[in-house]
């Protein structure tokens, strides 16, 4: 079946503008999460849903930083007043439940100049 | 600080030869440790999944192992083949099971 799905692929935006990603999960995955990989650095959790409980926002490096999952599904993050150390690849995953494997899609590449 | 620390950062090796990778972590408690490979451009894939309580694992050429006691995991790579170029990333799951702490990953590069 269709893995993790993740767009755009690459996205470049100018400093103080607004970016959304969007990632698709796995069909019957009820955890999605996102983490952030900058360069030379290893990945670093931001947030994650499980079902329709509140999310863990604690990984989330400041207020500009929010996520949506709409419907228990599509996931979006939202980077409002970018800043050219937001620079990095999101990665999305997505299991079962939470706790279960983690099944990560290919994702987004912003670069904010 | 990271509690996961991974070595070396990056690696040369010939083809065909075996590498070992290491990791040293001070979660704890925790419910598994995991090793990723993950390709230039790509998302991490799993290797392996180990529970505290087991010793060894292995997928195919990859072997990868746990002491809980000193609180180290190896990934021993056999015959290494080109392919095996990536990033190697240790993950320490805590036992609540809620986060993942991520090693920096070690860069394998295996040239002919």
């Known amino acids: 079946g269709a893995g993790v799905s993740q767009s755009p692929s690459n996205k470049v935006t100018e400093k103080g503008k607004d970016v959304e990603l969007r990632c698709d999960p796995i069909s019957g995955h009820t955890a999605l999460y996102w983490y952030r990989q900058s360069l030379g650095q290893g990945l670093e959790f931001l947030i994650y849903?499980?079902?329709?409980?509140?999310?863990?926002k604690s990984g989330l490096p400041s207020d500009r930083f929010s996520a949506e999952r709409t419907g228990g599904s599509v996931s979006t993050l939202t980077i409002q007043r970018t800043q050219q150390e937001d620079s990095a690849v999101y990665l999305c995953?997505?299991?079962?439940?939470?706790?279960?494997?983690?099944?990560f899609g290919p994702g987004t590449r912003l670069t904010v100049t | 600080k990271n509690q996961v620390e991974q070595s070396p950062q990056s690696l040369i090796i010939l083809e065909g030869k075996n590498c070992t990778l290491q990791?040293?972590?001070?979660?704890?408690?925790?419910?598994?440790l995991r090793w990723y490979k993950q390709d230039t451009g790509r998302g991490p894939v799993s290797l392996t999944i180990m529970t505290f309580s087991e010793n060894t694992k292995s997928n195919g050429r990859y072997t990868a192992t746990l002491d809980a006691d000193t609180k180290q995991s190896s990934l021993h790579i056999t015959a290494s083949q080109l392919s095996d170029s990536a990033s190697y990333i240790c993950?320490?799951?805590?036992?609540?099971?809620?986060?993942?702490?991520f090693g920096k990953g070690t860069t394998l590069s295996v040239s002919s």
């Open positions: 993950v320490v799951q805590n036992q609540a099971g809620t986060a993942l702490i």
């Open positions: 990791c040293n972590y001070t979660v704890s408690p925790f419910s598994n």
């Open positions: 849903f499980q079902g329709n409980s509140a999310p863990d």
């Open positions: 995953a997505s299991s079962l439940v939470v706790g279960d494997e983690q099944y």
